[in-house]
């Protein structure tokens, strides 16, 4: 009761919260959005979603053709594009939707333009988000869609996603309605400005999300194979007797949950990443290794206040929460006896504090039976932090599927 009374009173406190931020300036730091809204049908769910981050500088008339893996099946396709990190208005003349045969070429009669609000061309505020209208048919599940933008005048901070672990291509000049590969010549293992896919499924049917770092986001799988644990988790929920069938992955590489660095930290970009997506139920939360091994004086304390004000702002929005333990990382160059006493009570926290509304043990999945601060070979990437396609498998495998609908 006492610790039901505390997760009340925190989540109140975050309510309060909100609320001041709603009626402050709307002026401060426009780039970094963390207060996005989903827009759009109400029995929309994401079918894909990849988090944003700072991806260089926008190149004027550059296309990109970006390859994505559908999760849940439905009609009413719609996708999210993002300025988020832009620091002057952006601007789409031509968008297109179709499915990939093979590389950068299509299905023949696949490929459909996108419009926004009626036309053909959106300008997307910088720090904004934009959704385009549905696009009648349907998109089947585990299917490569591939989205095709160009924009006319990119220029400064653009916004994508850096390690997709999947081939996308580009091109100068707007080749966006073609459907042959010819134009597209060039590679990039980044998706750039989309960040979200949805669809409409059948009714009754949810998402999940994954929040996490480099290990969600896939690194030490196999690229074009979609083979990240998210990925199996996907597979499994399409022949699953459960109402939750989609999979959006919001991994970042590097990412922690407290502090920005690689992309904003986990409370920092939870609204626009996770909780702003159609359609979700509930939240899988896996972070906390980066926190835990970069020596930056965090203590378990200050990691575990972390996860209270991610497991408060998500039920405060309605959503379950997962929280899954932290794997082992014995081997890696920057592990050391105090990380791994963090990791521990970290872990203590997870599996017993009750304020979860599940657990998935992901260390129990991973360690030696040898040694349990070390990663099992059998599943070990080859870094002793990042698992291969087994490892990938053998969580996804984890996961009680029946814990993602748990009716919040």
Not at 53 to 69: I, M, P, Q, T
Not at 348 to 355: K, M, W, Y
Request: neutral net charge; glycine residues 12%.
């Amino acid at each position: 009761m006492t610790a039901r009374r505390a997760r009340l009173r925190r989540t109140a406190a975050l309510l309060l919260l909100a609320a001041a931020f709603q009626a402050g300036p709307a002026h401060a730091q426009p780039q970094i959005p963390t207060q996005v809204k989903a827009v759009g049908n109400p029995t929309s769910v994401i079918t894909w979603g990849a988090s944003a981050d700072r991806l260089g500088d926008g190149v004027a008339d550059r296309g990109y053709r970006l390859v994505v893996h559908t999760s849940v099946a439905g009609s009413e396709l719609r996708i999210r594009l993002s300025n988020a990190f832009g620091d002057r208005p952006l601007t789409f003349d031509s968008v297109y939707a179709g499915v990939q045969k093979t590389g950068a070429a299509l299905v023949p009669g696949s490929n459909r333009r996108l419009t926004f609000d009626g036309e053909r061309s959106v300008t997307i505020p910088a720090g904004a988000v934009a959704y385009s209208d549905p696009l009648s048919g349907k998109v089947p599940a585990a299917t490569n869609l591939v989205v095709s933008i160009h924009s006319p005048d990119a220029a400064g901070p653009a916004t994508g996603h850096g390690m997709a672990m999947q081939t996308s291509y580009a091109t100068q000049g707007d080749h966006t309605g073609e459907e042959g590969a010819a134009a597209w010549t060039d590679t990039t293992g980044s998706w750039y400005y989309l960040d979200a896919v949805s669809v409409r499924p059948s009714a009754g049917t949810g998402a999940v999300v994954t929040l996490g770092d480099s290990i969600t986001d896939g690194w030490a799988s196999t690229t074009d194979q979609n083979r990240r644990w998210p990925d199996y988790l996907a597979r499994r929920l399409q022949s699953a007797g459960t109402s939750v069938k989609g999979v959006a992955n919001e991994g970042i590489s590097g990412n922690k949950v407290l502090a920005d660095g690689a992309g904003q930290s986990a409370l920092n970009r939870l609204q626009r990443d996770v909780l702003s997506q159609p359609g979700v139920r509930t939240v899988f939360l896996f972070e906390g290794v980066n926190d835990i091994k970069s020596h930056s004086g965090v203590t378990a304390q200050d990691l575990i206040a972390g996860y209270r004000e991610i497991i408060d702002r998500a039920h405060a929005a309605g959503k379950c929460v997962v929280g899954a333990t932290v794997g082992p990382f014995k081997g890696w160059p920057e592990w050391d006896a105090a990380g791994e006493a963090v990791r521990q009570e970290v872990n203590q926290f997870i599996r017993s504090s009750g304020e979860l509304d599940a657990v998935t043990d992901f260390d129990h999945i991973l360690r030696s039976p040898y040694d349990q601060e070390r990663m099992l070979p059998f599943l070990d990437g080859g870094d002793h932090i990042h698992p291969n396609d087994k490892g990938m498998a053998a969580m996804a495998d984890a996961v009680d599927l029946k814990s993602l609908d748990c009716g919040k």
